[in-house]
């Protein structure tokens, strides 16, 4: 399988670089082909050019090799804190970026954009966000309605075609104790093997 990991925190040394180190890690041993990207690291532009807008837009060359990769990946991991119920902003450029027409969606013709968009994106292994919070869950759920969620599912991937879509919270991180934390990358590790699976070969298989 070939996986694309994106990752979106500022500090080296996070748990969210221990989660993105760990599913980097669950991919190599399984011997997938893996596209693993901190934003951070890589200098990643968030703004959004006007010449970048059109479907045949010129891009970046960093944007071109994200869209390449997003295009023929049969997974893709996220790794980000929740800011505001949000993802960070060097995050949201890269949605505004890379999930564009063409490479994510597309409309049917003599549709002009006002309609549902058709999913282009071939990720059917499954899509599997992880965040980080110093919200209380019950808080995150009751209270804000878990944007996150809503956002990721609903108004991104539902749209390119995903259909196999995780989440996964982990938190309060302010106050985690080192084995609170080691059981989570546990949970990281079980969870990208359920969604994940490899399915052994049939005896009839050649």
């Given at each position: 399988?070939?996986?694309?990991?994106?990752?979106?925190?500022?500090?080296?040394?996070?748990f969210n670089h221990a989660i993105a180190n760990t599913a980097k890690k669950f991919f190599e041993d399984r011997g997938d082909e893996i596209f693993f990207h901190d934003l951070y690291e890589d200098n990643f532009v968030p703004s959004l050019p006007?010449?970048?807008?059109?479907?045949?837009?010129?891009?970046?060359?960093?944007?071109?090799?994200?869209?390449?990769?997003?295009?023929?990946?049969?997974?893709?991991?996220?790794?980000?804190?929740?800011?505001?119920?949000?993802?960070?902003?060097?995050?949201?450029?890269?949605?505004?970026?890379?999930?564009?027409?063409?490479?994510?969606?597309?409309?049917?013709?003599?549709?002009?954009?006002?309609?549902?968009?058709?999913?282009?994106?071939?990720?059917?292994?499954?899509?599997?966000?992880?965040?980080?919070?110093?919200?209380?869950?019950?808080?995150?759920?009751?209270?804000?309605?878990?944007?996150?969620?809503?956002?990721?599912?609903?108004?991104?991937?539902?749209?390119?075609?995903?259909?196999?879509?995780?989440?996964?919270?982990?938190?309060?991180?302010?106050?985690?104790?080192?084995?609170?934390?080691?059981?989570?990358?546990?949970?990281?590790?079980?969870?990208?093997?359920?969604?994940?699976?490899?399915?052994?070969?049939?005896?009839?298989?050649?």
């Amino acid at each position: 399988m070939k996986i694309s990991i994106i990752l979106g925190h500022p500090t080296k040394g996070s748990f969210n670089h221990a989660i993105a180190n760990t599913a980097k890690k669950f991919f190599e041993d399984r011997g997938d082909e893996i596209f693993f990207h901190d934003l951070y690291e890589d200098n990643f532009v968030p703004s959004l050019p006007t010449n970048e807008i059109p479907k045949d837009g010129k891009l970046d060359p960093l944007v071109q090799q994200y869209c390449d990769e997003i295009s023929v990946s049969d997974g893709i991991i996220i790794v980000h804190p929740n800011w505001w119920a949000m993802p960070p902003a060097i995050l949201k450029g890269w949605v505004d970026r890379i999930i564009r027409p063409g490479i994510a969606y597309g409309f049917k013709e003599g549709d002009d954009g006002e309609g549902i968009p058709i999913g282009l994106l071939k990720a059917n292994g499954s899509v599997v966000v992880f965040n980080t919070s110093n919200t209380p869950a019950n808080r995150e759920q009751n209270y804000f309605g878990d944007p996150l969620e809503n956002i990721w599912k609903t108004c991104i991937f539902d749209l390119c075609g995903i259909k196999k879509f995780h989440r996964k919270m982990y938190g309060m991180i302010c106050t985690s104790t080192d084995e609170q934390r080691k059981a989570w990358l546990k949970d990281v590790q079980d969870t990208l093997n359920k969604a994940f699976s490899k399915k052994p070969q049939s005896k009839n298989s050649i």
